[in-house]
């Protein structure tokens, strides 16, 4: 059964720093693209950033370059989000997502499977 665990959600000030992770299990995630996506309340899900799987390319979303920062870890099965700089409209649900593919997608009908997500609540 594939598994994906986000951690490292929290309450942080604005200005402030957070690093998400995410632990997958259940298949052979190294081949495939995996990203991180958000939704606030009443919004839509929205790509944060996506990379393949020998980090090689990596995407971000426009509201987030230059501030976030996407890795992974093949060999002990994670994918981290660095956040830095955060502000209150970055306060969202957290999903982790791997595709069945090697391309980074930036739409959630790219990715097969998902987290069950973490709270990021930014505070001005």
């Known amino acids: 059964q594939v598994q994906l665990v986000e951690s490292g959600g929290g309450l942080v000030q604005a200005g402030g720093s957070l690093r998400l992770s995410c632990a997958y299990s259940?298949?052979?995630?190294?081949?495939?693209?995996m990203g991180w996506f958000r939704q606030a309340p009443g919004k839509e899900r929205d790509f944060v950033a996506g990379?393949?799987?020998?980090?090689?390319?990596?995407y971000y979303g426009d509201s987030v370059k230059g501030r976030f920062r996407i890795s992974r870890d093949n060999a002990k099965s994670t994918m981290d989000l660095q956040m830095n700089s955060l502000k209150p409209e970055d306060t969202a649900v957290y999903y982790c997502?791997?595709?069945?593919?090697?391309?980074?997608?930036?739409?959630?009908?790219?990715?097969?499977?998902w987290g069950q997500g973490t709270q990021v609540t930014v505070f001005s």
């Open positions: 997502a791997a595709a069945a593919r090697s391309r980074v997608g930036m739409s959630e009908t790219d990715y097969a499977y």
């Open positions: 259940g298949r052979t995630f190294s081949k495939y693209a």
């Open positions: 990379i393949t799987w020998e980090s090689g390319s990596i």
